[in-house]
C-alpha cells in the first residue's frame, strides 16, 4: 500500500514537473507576455518592465545579461536563436551590439511614435535600432590619491607620467570600453589611435575584467584613476567612496556618449506587443524614470526633467564626441582581430 | 533404484585463461548426497555454479532431471526453473530485507498467490525454527541464525537439489554441528539431494554418503566412501578417507 | 556527446575564414599548459601528503574539516579571485605581493583543485586493507606505513591532480580577473568580442583534442591501477590510528588548506557585507530564485545519477568495459562547458516548436547540467556498486528474482547513501556552472548564482557580498546534510 501510494506521488510529481516546464516555455506564446533581453543591468531595467506590465497588462520576461566578462553573453545567445528567435525585443546598454544584430541580420526595422523628441544622430537611420537615455565614458579618480588641482581632464592623461603604473581600464576587447576603443580610431585615425594606446601601454596602465572592476579598484585605491561609465560612478559615489569623475576631453574630441538602443527581434513570437515594449521605451517618461532611479542616466531629450541632485550633465551641455555608431561595429571587429588584440596579448 | 537427478557430459570451462574443467562427467542420483573434493582450484566451486546454472561451461551439457539445462555452451534452463538451491559461502542475504523480506522475495520467482506465498513462508519458518527471528534484519543476526534463515530461504523453494558451496565457514564447532544436524534431518524429511562442497571430514561425514574427487579437470574418484576406499585414485581421496575414518571412530569413542 | 554533434557539423561547415591557429592562440595555449602543469603539480604535493594523513590518522575534528575541504571546488574561481582583490585593496600588507598574473592564477587554481588529488588519494587509502597497513606498521612503524600507502595510492593522486589541471583549461574567471593570458579567454574572445561562433567551436575542439591525447596516454597506462584504488572492494577497510605528532600535522595542514582556499577569501568576498549587510534584500533574492535553482541543480543531479547508476550496473561485472566508461567520463569533464550549451542552442533552434517543452525549458538545463557533470556521479555509483556483493545477484539468479523487483527492493535502497551524496555533490557542482546555465535558462528563470553574477556590476556592494554569503551557507547547508545521509540511512539498515 505503501509502494503503491509511493508510485502514485512520484508520477504525479513527475508529470506536473514536466508540465511546468512546458508551461514555462507556452507562456510567452500567449499574446499577453513578451520576451525582452537586456544588457542593461536588471536593477535598473527592472522597475521600467514592472511600469509597462501595470500600464498594458502584457507580463515581460526579462532576461538580464551576466557580468558581462564573464559569461558568453545574451549577444550570442540571439545570434544562435535567430532562425527561431525566442526574445521579442534587445534592450541594448550600448548601439554597438544593436549594430552588431542588424549586421547578423537578427534585428527588424520598426519606426516608433514615440520616437519623437529624440535625437536622430545617435539612432539607425534604417531605424533598425533607436537610441534613448545615455551614459557618459568618463574618467573615476580617487579623491585621497589624486588632489583636485591635478585631477585629469583628458583621456592623454592616463599615459601621463604622474599616473605611470596608477591608471586602469577595462579590457577593450569587451563592452563599452570597446565601443570606447572604436570610437577613438574613428575620431582620431588609425594611426593616434594607435599611438594612443602604446603610450597607454608604455605608462603601464592595467587592464581590468571590467568597468565594475575599475570604479572598485580605484575607489579601493589600488588605482588612481581609471577609465568607466557614468553609472559605474554613480554606484561609487553613493555607497560614500573618496571618489569624483570627469567628462574627458571638454576642449578635445570631447565625451563618448554611450545611448541604450531599442531592438525589435526579427521574426520574433509577438512583434506587435514587442513594439508596444518598444514604443514605451522611447518615452519621454522612461527616460525621465531612468534619470530618477539607480541608473542616473542622462536623457537624450533636451526637455526632459531632471531630478534634484541629479549628479551629471545635461547632453547640451556637454562636448560630445561626434562618431558615426552605425559604421563602430564593423570598425570593431576589424580591431577586435588586429590592433586591439594583439595590444591586449602584449599588455595583459 | 534412483534415477539419475544431474547429469554432466564432457564439461570444459575456462576462468581467466585457465582450463578448470577438463571434459568432466558427472552423475547425481535422486535422494544423493555428494561431497566434492580436491585442491584448491580444482574446479569445485565451477562445477558447482555450472549445475546452478550461475556459469555456462564451454562445452559440454547438462541435464536435469533428464532435460537439457546447458548445451554446447549455451543456457537452455535458467536458473530458477532448474529445481536447485544454493548455500553461498557468504549465505548472501539480501541486508535491507527482514527474514520474512528476504524469503518473500526469494519465492518471488515461483510467482504463488499471496495465499500460497504466505502458507509456503509459514511452513519454512516453522520448519526451519526461525519464528523469532522473522522481523529481524540479517545484519542484527548470529552466524548461526544467519545459516538457519540463508538454508529456510534456499529450502522455501521445495529444491530437489540444494548446493552448499563452503558454508560453514566462520561458526565455531558447537554451532556448525547444530547446523549440520539440522541440514541432515531436513534432509530427510523433504528428500531432496544435497552438493557439498568442502575440505572439513566432519561435515562430510555428517552429512553424505558418497563423494566425487576433481583433480586436473575431472573426476578422478566418484562413489559411496567404502567403494572409493578400496579402490581410491588420487592421494588426496586417500588422505580424505583415512582422516574421516579416524573421525568417525573418535565419534564413536565418544559415543 | 549528443549536444555536442550540431555544434562540431556547424564548426566545420561554417563560414569563419579567420585561422584558428594564430601566434596568440598558441601563445596563450602555451600560457595553459604551463598554468595546468603548475596547478597539477601544485595540487599534487599538497593534496596526496594530507590526503593520506587523513585517511590513515585520527585528529580532532575530523567529520567537518574533511566535508570543508570539499568547499574550494564548489565555488566559480573568480569568485575566489574577487575575494583575494578585495582583500589586496583593503587589508593587505605591503610587504607581501598580493595575488595577481600568473602567480596569482596559479596560488588560487592550485589551492582549488587540492580537493582532487587529496579525495582520490583518500579513496584509495580507504581501499587498502587493514591487515596491510597492521603488517606495515609492525614491519618498520609509520615511516613504512607512509611509503607503502604513497606507493599504492600515487596513480590515484596523479591523475586527479591532471584531471584538476585539465579543467584549468576551460576556466577563464582567474586569468580573466588576474590579468593572465590563457586558451579559454582567447575562446570566450572569439564568443564574445568577434561573434564568431566558427572559430569559436574551432578553438574549443583543438582545446578538446588536446585534452584527449594528454589523457589518453595516462588513462591506457594508468587507469587499471586508477579502477583498483579506487572502486571499492569487500574488504576490511583501514581504521583511523591515533599518533601523537602525526595527527596533530594533519589537523593543521587540512585547517591551512581550508583558510587558504576558501574561507580567507570568502572573508574578502564578504567583507562589504559587514560594513552595509544587505541579507534581507539577499534572501529575498534567495527565496525568489530557489525553485529554479532546486529545479536546475536537483534535475540536474537526477540525472546524472540516473544515468551513472545505469553506467555502474552494466559495467559491474566487465572490467574492461569499466575502465572504457572512466576513460571517457574523464574527457567529457574536460571539456569546455559553453560547448555543450551552445550545441543544444543550435539543435533547439532547429528542433520543431512542438519539442520546445524539452529544448527550451527549465528542463532542458537540468539534463544539459546533468549530463556535464554525469562524469563525477559515474565514479561515486561505480565506487558504490563495487561495495555489493556479487553473491546477492547470484541468489537472486538462484531464486529467480525478476531484475526489476531485485534492483528496486535490494540494490537501490542499499546504494540510497551514495545515490544521496552523488546526486548532492552533482547539484552543488551544476549550481556553480554559471556558463551553461545563463547560456539555456529560458527567459525570466533565473537562479541564485545566475543572480548573483547578474548583479554584480551595478549593485551595491553591500547586496552582492550578502548574496554571496547566502550561496555559500546554503552549499554549506547542502554539503552537511551529504554527510549526515549516510549515517542517518546506516541507522535504518544496520
Request: hydrophobic share 50%; net charge positive.
Amino acid at each position: 500500500m505503501k509502494r503503491r501510494s509511493f508510485c502514485y506521488l512520484a508520477g504525479v510529481t513527475i508529470i506536473k514537473g514536466l508540465a511546468g516546464c512546458a508551461g514555462s516555455t507556452s507562456s510567452s506564446s500567449s499574446s499577453k507576455n513578451i520576451v525582452v533581453y537586456t544588457s542593461v543591468d536588471e536593477v535598473f531595467a527592472e522597475p521600467i518592465c514592472k511600469r509597462f506590465e501595470k500600464e498594458t497588462g502584457i507580463k515581460v520576461q526579462l532576461m538580464p545579461d551576466t557580468e558581462e566578462t564573464k559569461s558568453t553573453g545574451l549577444l550570442n545567445r540571439l545570434i544562435a536563436e535567430k532562425d527561431r528567435p525566442r526574445a521579442d525585443v534587445f534592450w541594448s546598454g550600448d548601439p554597438v551590439r544593436a549594430a552588431i544584430l542588424k549586421a547578423k541580420g537578427v534585428s527588424a526595422s520598426y519606426q516608433s511614435p514615440d520616437a519623437k523628441g529624440l535625437p536622430t544622430e545617435y539612432s539607425d537611420p534604417e531605424r533598425y535600432w533607436t537610441s534613448f537615455s545615455t551614459r557618459a565614458r568618463v574618467i573615476i579618480y580617487n579623491k585621497n590619491l589624486v588632489p583636485e588641482e591635478k585631477k585629469p581632464t583628458s583621456i592623454y592623461d592616463l599615459a601621463a607620467p604622474r599616473f605611470k603604473g596608477k591608471a586602469c581600464l577595462a579590457n577593450p576587447l569587451f563592452g563599452t570600453m570597446s565601443m570606447h576603443a572604436a570610437a577613438l580610431f574613428q575620431v582620431l585615425g588609425h594611426e593616434k589611435a594607435t599611438k594612443f594606446f602604446d603610450s597607454l601601454a608604455g605608462n603601464a596602465v592595467k587592464i581590468l575584467s571590467s568597468n565594475g572592476e575599475v570604479r572598485r579598484r580605484v575607489a579601493n585605491g589600488q588605482f588612481a584613476i581609471g577609465l568607466t561609465d557614468t553609472d559605474d560612478v554613480y554606484v561609487a559615489v553613493k555607497e560614500g567612496k573618496p571618489v569624483g569623475f570627469v567628462y574627458p576631453d571638454a576642449e578635445g574630441i570631447g565625451t563618448l556618449l554611450v545611448p541604450n538602443a531599442a531592438v525589435l527581434i526579427a521574426r520574433s513570437p509577438n512583434p506587435d506587443d514587442g513594439k508596444k515594449f518598444i514604443d514605451f521605451l522611447l518615452r519621454a517618461e522612461t527616460e525621465t524614470a531612468l534619470a530618477s532611479g539607480e541608473a542616473a542616466q542622462i536623457p537624450l531629450r533636451s526637455d526632459v526633467s531632471l531630478p534634484n541632485g541629479f549628479p551629471f550633465k545635461r547632453v547640451a551641455d556637454l562636448k560630445v564626441m561626434k562618431v558615426d555608431y552605425g559604421l563602430l561595429a564593423d570598425k570593431l571587429e576589424s580591431l577586435s582581430y588586429s590592433f586591439l588584440k594583439d595590444w591586449v596579448d602584449k599588455n595583459l | 533404484m534412483n534415477r539419475t537427478l544431474i547429469r554432466c557430459r564432457g564439461l570444459v570451462s575456462r576462468i581467466g585463461g585457465q582450463l578448470v574443467l577438463n571434459g568432466l562427467d558427472l552423475e547425481i542420483l535422486e535422494g544423493e548426497s555428494v561431497a566434492f573434493l580436491g585442491k584448491s582450484g580444482s574446479g569445485k566451486s565451477t562445477l558447482l555454479w555450472i549445475v546452478a546454472g550461475l556459469e555456462v561451461p564451454k562445452q559440454g551439457e547438462v541435464q536435469i532431471a533428464g532435460v537439457p539445462a546447458t548445451k554446447n555452451g549455451r543456457m537452455v534452463l535458467p536458473p530458477s526453473r532448474r529445481g536447485v538451491a544454493m548455500l553461498f559461502q557468504d549465505l548472501a542475504l539480501w541486508p535491507n530485507l527482514t527474514v520474512t523480506g528476504n524469503l518473500r522475495l526469494g519465492l518471488s520467482g515461483l510467482r504463488l498467490s499471496r495465499e500460497a506465498l504466505q502458507s509456503r513462508i509459514q511452513e519454512t519458518v516453522k520448519l526451519c525454527g526461525i519464528d523469532e527471528l522473522i522481523h529481524r534484519r540479517p545484519g542484527t543476526l548470529s552466524g548461526g541464525q544467519q545459516q538457519r534463515v540463508a538454508l529456510a530461504r534456499a529450502l522455501a523453494m521445495q529444491p530437489k537439489l540444494l548446493l552448499l558451496d563452503e558454508p560453514f565457514g566462520g561458526l565455531d564447532l558447537l554451532t556448525k554441528e547444530t547446523i549440520i544436524r539440522e541440514i541432515g534431518r531436513l534432509k530427510s524429511l523433504l528428500g531432496f539431494s544435497l552438493v557439498l562442497v568442502t575440505h572439513d571430514p566432519f561435515e562430510v561425514r555428517e552429512l553424505c554418503q558418497s563423494l566425487a574427487v576433481l583433480e586436473d579437470g575431472r573426476i578422478v574418484d566418484r562413489g559411496p566412501f567404502d567403494q572409493v576406499t578400496a579402490n581410491a585414485n588420487s592421494l588426496l581421496a586417500k588422505a580424505f578417507l583415512e582422516q574421516l575414518l579416524e573421525s568417525k571412530s573418535t565419534k564413536r569413542g565418544r559415543m | 556527446m549528443a549536444p555536442v554533434l550540431p555544434l562540431i557539423a556547424n564548426v566545420f561547415g561554417g563560414e569563419s575564414t579567420r585561422l584558428v591557429w594564430s601566434r596568440a592562440f598558441g601563445d596563450s595555449l602555451v600560457n595553459s599548459l604551463l598554468l595546468a602543469s603548475g596547478v597539477a603539480t601544485f595540487s599534487l604535493l599538497i593534496g596526496l601528503p594530507l590526503g593520506l594523513l587523513a585517511a590513515l590518522y585520527r585528529f580532532p575534528g575530523r567529520s567537518p574539516l574533511l566535508l570543508f575541504q570539499a568547499l574550494p571546488l564548489l565555488l566559480p574561481s573568480f569568485l575566489l579571485c574577487i575575494g583575494w582583490s578585495n582583500l589586496a585593496a583593503s587589508v593587505w600588507p605591503t610587504w607581501f605581493p598580493a595575488p595577481s598574473g600568473f602567480a596569482g592564477c596559479l596560488f588560487v587554481l592550485g589551492l582549488q583543485a587540492v580537493p582532487l588529488p587529496f579525495f582520490g588519494t583518500w579513496a584509495a587509502c580507504r581501499n587498502l586493507t587493514a591487515s596491510q597497513i597492521d603488517a606495515a606498521r609492525l614491519h618498520g612503524g609509520e615511516w613504512v606505513v607512509l611509503r607503502q600507502s604513497v606507493r599504492f595510492c600515487l596513480p590515484v593522486a596523479v591523475l586527479a591532480a591532471v584531471l584538476a589541471g585539465i579543467l584549468t583549461l576551460s576556466d577563464p574567471g582567474a586569468p580573466l580577473i588576474f590579468g593572465c593570458r590563457s586558451v579559454a579567454v582567447e575562446i570566450r574572445s572569439s564568443f564574445s568580442a568577434l561573434y564568431d561562433f566558427t572559430l569559436a567551436g574551432r578553438q574549443c575542439l583543438v582545446l578538446a583534442g588536446l585534452v584527449i591525447l594528454l589523457i589518453l596516454p595516462m588513462m591506457i597506462v594508468g587507469l587499471p591501477s586508477l579502477a583498483t584504488a579506487m572502486l571499492a572492494r569487500q574488504t576490511r577497510p583501514v581504521m583511523p590510528y591515533s599518533h601523537r605528532v602525526l595527527s596533530w600535522v594533519t589537523m593543521l595542514g587540512l585547517v591551512t588548506v581550508i583558510s587558504l582556499g576558501i574561507v580567507i577569501p570568502t572573508l574578502g568576498l564578504c567583507l562589504p557585507a559587514v560594513k552595509n549587510p544587505m541579507l534581507g534584500r539577499a534572501s529575498e533574492k534567495l527565496l525568489v530564485t530557489s525553485g529554479t535553482t532546486l529545479f536546475f541543480t536537483g534535475g540536474a543531479g537526477v540525472t546524472a545519477i540516473l544515468l551513472a547508476l545505469c553506467m555502474a550496473l552494466v559495467t559491474a561485472k566487465d572490467s574492461r568495459l569499466r575502465l572504457f566508461v572512466l576513460a571517457v567520463a574523464f574527457m567529457l569533464l574536460a571539456l569546455p562547458p559553453a560547448l555543450a550549451a551552445l550545441g543544444v542552442l543550435r539543435m533547439a533552434t532547429d528542433a520543431p516548436a512542438q519539442l520546445d517543452w524539452i529544448t527550451r525549458s527549465r528542463l532542458s538545463v537540468a539534463l544539459i547540467l546533468g549530463l556535464r557533470f554525469f562524469p563525477i556521479a559515474t565514479v561515486t555509483m561505480m565506487r558504490a556498486v563495487g561495495s555489493l556483493s556479487p553473491s546477492w545477484t547470484d541468489a537472486a539468479l538462484v531464486h529467480g528474482v525478476s531484475w526489476t523487483r531485485f534492483h528496486f527492493r535490494v540494490i537501490v535502497p542499499l546504494l540510497m547513501p551514495s545515490i544521496a551524496v552523488g546526486l548532492l555533490l552533482v547539484m552543488v557542482l551544476s549550481a556553480a556552472d554559471i556558463t551553461t546555465t545563463h547560456l539555456l535558462q529560458p527567459p525570466g528563470e533565473q537562479s541564485l548564482p545566475v543572480a548573483i553574477f547578474t548583479v554584480m556590476a551595478n549593485s551595491p556592494e553591500g547586496l552582492v557580498a550578502s548574496l554571496c554569503l547566502v550561496y555559500l551557507l546554503s552549499v554549506i547547508l547542502l554539503l552537511v546534510a551529504a554527510s549526515l545521509l549516510p549515517r542517518f540511512w546506516r541507522r535504518r539498515l544496520p
